[in-house]
Antibody, heavy 120, light 110 residues
Framework: EVKLQQSGDELVRPGASVKMSCKASGYTFTDYAMHWVKQSPGQGLEWIGT????????SYNQKFKGKATLTADKSSNTAYMELSRLTSEDSAVYYC?????????????WGQGVMVTVSS | DIVLTQSPALAVSLGQRATISCRASQSVSTSSYNLMHWYQQKPGQQPKLLIY???NLASSIPARFSGSGSGTDFTLTINPVQADDIATYYCQQSRELPNTFGAGTKLELK
């Protein structure tokens, strides 16, 4: 069974950073790309970026360059996203989701989401 | 960026057909593929893939869901609508980066 298990919800201070994880199981981690998607309260979905663990290559939405840093650890089948210099605009649910490594990037499995609350 | 436009809400009766549309600001089709995908999201849950490449049913999705379209105009159809289908539906394109999503269509009971 494919599963993407994300780390727990976070309460962080403005200006701080947060790093969240997404542990993959039930498939070969390097056969897929891992993406991160933001959903602000009551809002839609925004694509943040992707990492291809096989070749350790990243691609970011221009909007999130400098905000998000994506990494992956092949030894533990875990993807990470760090968000820096947090403001209230970063309060949201963050999902990891995988896509196949071919012509079409559809998100066939999603993590359960991490709620990040930025508050003093 | 490719902008995807969806109607905010659609009211339907149980047992009837629901048609949800998504219009792209430019073509999301190649000579071989229509790179539009559909997701269902219920409150407090992660999105779930329903349809990929415009018309392919994702694994374990009931056959009452179907998708069609090409170029800039795409449709998700639910027929017949069941109570469990009340949710928000998003389209997503993967023709070019950044991947973008529509704002979502909330399916409501009439």
């Amino acid at each position: 069974e494919v599963k993407l298990q994300q780390s727990g919800d976070e309460l962080v201070r403005p200006g701080a950073s947060v790093k969240m994880s997404c542990k993959a199981s039930g498939y070969t981690f390097t056969d897929y790309a891992m993406h991160w998607v933001k959903q602000s309260p009551g809002q839609g979905l925004e694509w943040i970026g992707t990492i291809i663990p096989l070749i350790d290559t990243t691609s970011y939405n221009q909007k999130f360059k400098g905000k998000a840093t994506l990494t992956a650890d092949k030894s533990s089948n875990t993807a990470y996203m760090e968000l820096s210099r947090l403001t209230s605009e970063d309060s949201a649910v963050y999902y990891c989701a995988r896509t196949p490594l071919d012509y079409s990037s559809f998100f066939d499995y999603w993590g359960q989401g991490v709620m990040v609350t930025v508050s003093s | 960026d490719i902008v995807l436009t969806q109607s905010p809400a659609l009211a339907v009766s149980l047992g009837q057909r629901a048609t949800i549309s998504c219009r792209a600001s430019q073509s999301v089709s190649t000579s071989s593929y229509n790179l539009m995908h559909w997701y269902q999201q219920k409150p407090g849950q992660q999105p779930k893939l329903l349809i990929y490449d415009a018309s392919n049913l994702a694994s374990s999705i009931p056959a009452r869901f179907s998708g069609s379209g090409s170029g800039t105009d795409f449709t998700l159809t639910i027929n017949p609508v069941q109570a469990d289908d009340i949710a928000t539906y998003y389209c997503q394109q993967s023709r070019e980066l950044p991947n973008t999503f529509g704002a979502g269509t909330k399916l409501e009971l009439k």
